[in-house]
């Protein structure tokens, strides 16, 4: 997909989608098929997690982390675990999502989701797997022990805010006592903003960043983080499922909360600029190292799929 | 539930169930109450996490483990929150497994369920929680960085085993090429076992156990692991389902591969005498301070629920 071409880029070339994602999508890919080859799992599990695992995807959240580490002057090719084990997670929370107890999807990056393919207790099993693999992963990296012990907190603190935000976002519950606006910035930074944060922190420990810099992708990461699934709330009243892959209009029928439904697509796309702004101020302070973590803010705001 | 008198103790008294559960179980007990509450869950997240966890159960895991870290030296009391990660990852374990798509149980410690009593999607969450908060467990360790690693590591590793051996339980798909009791050891030993030697090993990092210590506990781990599973194929034929607090003869009815389903009630018995030895002649090396997991070996091979 080729961007608008009135998107201008930090590195000042019309960006597309590939040369965001392409080197490190290239060396997450290799390493996820890699280390699902190396858990020895029985041949029906196996080809369950190349389902979950290696059908496609933008492999943001790897990309997110490793751009991170980068803009702290890290080395991507050292820490290509802890994105592994981000991937690996998420996965396994699109994988149980999809189940038909929760939001019942059938497709999912135009193919049919894990439990239609595999049935729902391979898809749930599988689901289990990814996380330990994931932190498996982070026990695997060529970093100080005390920064692995880092990357677990941090994942592990991602998970638990996503599935807070799942349960939330299937299951209601919010308190009473916030506004519906606020209701819904809790859900969202629970479901999807918690993880790619923890993203951009991991990065940063993956980078050795000192404290400052580690402010600067965690304010980055909280914008994006947001900003992403209001996006995704875009995308479900205005783009096709052929387009996006998956099931759309999905959040509306089924009478959940979404910017869109609450503000309106006008207001919702203002609080898209608002957040990219903000994520773009946060890394002021970084160099030009941050540039393609920068333009990878542009490119969440903008993505229509 | 007191023992039969004539199974001479390590320790020289008649013991009791409570004799060797008591004191690590209400330390156990006390802290999963409190991680759970420092979770900060929402309320109907948060009640299904206690029924999930706090609703009973001998604890075994965390008394091995801590048993295992008292055989080697260590502390018992430093060593809390990986006890608390082993538990909260058997009731990932137990509240996945029993889901309708799975085992499609009931009943467990005899009161319903967690998807019976709140609902496959809450059950299904939950679950994925406490695998996340397990981790997060280890993190909170006031230990040296590089054993909260090994930590991270084999409580991963284990939990890999535990959904491989549920899979092949669930699923089938056991190599073809394997003997019938070397297919049933391969499901047992991924099922049950690997978690069990998981949380011996997980003690012998916690006490700093040396090389050889830890290969005693190992040794030890592999046999009460398989041990275990094999008690339970017992207790599945010949115990009521009100005494264990599950339904029984479930194995049978399902056509699971079982020990007294193919070797004979005797046979398996037989089996079990055996493994206890095992695990006793492996706790040779050790002194005295390995007395309680002697104990502990001795009621596995005898318990009767």
């Known amino acids: 997909m080729i961007l608008a071409p009135d998107v201008t880029m930090t590195t000042g070339h019309t960006m597309h989608e590939s040369d965001l994602f392409s080197e490190p999508a290239a060396l997450v890919e290799a390493a996820l ?57 998420h996965c396994f929370s699109l994988i149980h999502d ?24 391979m898809a749930i099993l599988a689901g289990d797997l990814m996380i330990s693999l994931a932190f498996q992963q982070l ?29 939330y976002d299937t299951l209601g519950g919010l308190p009473g006592s916030l506004e519906p606006r606020e209701q819904l ?3 969202h930074r629970n479901k999807t903003g918690a993880l790619l944060r923890a993203a951009c922190r991991m990065g940063g420990f993956c980078g050795n960043a000192d404290e400052s810099s580690m402010e600067c992708l965690t304010a980055y990461g909280d914008a994006v983080g947001l900003m992403f699934q209001v996006v995704d709330d875009l995308l479900d009243v205005t783009q096709t499922a052929e387009h996006i892959g998956k099931a759309t209009n999905k959040d509306h029928d089924m009478g959940k909360l979404t910017y869109p439904g ?19 101020d946060a890394l002021e302070p970084l160099g030009p190292e941050a540039d393609p973590l920068r333009d ?10």
Chains 1, 2 share one sequence.
């Open 262 to 280: 609450l503000l309106g697509v006008e207001e919702s796309r203002r609080v898209v600029k608002e957040l990219e702004q903000r994520a773009i």
């Open 98 to 121: 999809d189940l038909p107890a929760l939001d019942n999807d059938a497709l999912r990056r135009g193919q049919p989701t894990l439990h239609v393919k595999a049935g729902e207790a």
């Open 33 to 89: 098929t890699k280390a699902i080859e190396a858990a020895n799992l029985p041949a029906h599990l196996r080809e369950a997690a190349d389902w979950g695992v290696l059908g496609g995807g933008k492999r943001l959240r790897p990309t997110l982390m490793l751009m991170s580490c980068r803009a702290v002057g890290g080395t991507i090719e050292t820490s290509i675990p802890a994105a592994v084990a981000l991937e690996l997670t």
């Open 296 to 305: 990878l803010g542009r490119f969440m705001a903008i993505r229509t799929k």
């Open 185 to 187: 910035q809790l859900v």
């Open 139 to 167: 026990t695997q990296l060529p970093v100080e022990p005390s920064i692995a012990c880092s990357l677990v907190s941090e994942l592990a603190g991602g998970t638990t805010s996503m599935v807070i935000g799942q349960t």
